[in-house]
């Protein structure tokens, strides 16, 4: 066992103990303030993320109704053309017999 050098009496011992109080005191507050700007941080980042996920999501709906309509539309002038397309073969027919008609 080492030898210290120094006295012990209730002066010493109640201004240590003074020192340790404040010094936890300090601490404490320290702590709390920290865990507040970290519940603070945490709060903000998850209204954040919230935030980016509703704006993601509106942006792709928007874009899927996009596309949807692209394809109706695109639908509706694939009809047109093959109506059309069927409206010529038909008169291609009836003009390719005419002539053979006439012929014969």
Known sequence: MRYVNSITNTETYHK???NLIVRSQVE?????????DI??????????M?????QVNTAV?????????????????LEKVCVEIR?????VVVLGESP????C
Not at 50 to 54: I, S, V
Not at 61 to 77: G, H, K, P, S, Y
């Open 16 to 18: 240590y103990s003074q």
């Open 28 to 36: 404490r507050e320290s702590s709390e303030k920290l865990r507040s």
């Open 39 to 48: 519940d603070c941080f945490l709060r903000t980042s998850a209204k954040e």
């Open 50 to 54: 919230w935030n980016r996920f509703n």
């Open 61 to 77: 709906l928007a874009r899927i109704q996009e596309v949807t309509n692209a394809r109706n539309r695109l639908q509706i002038q």
């Open 87 to 91: 409206r010529l073969a038909s008169c």
């Open 100 to 103: 053979c008609r006439r012929g």
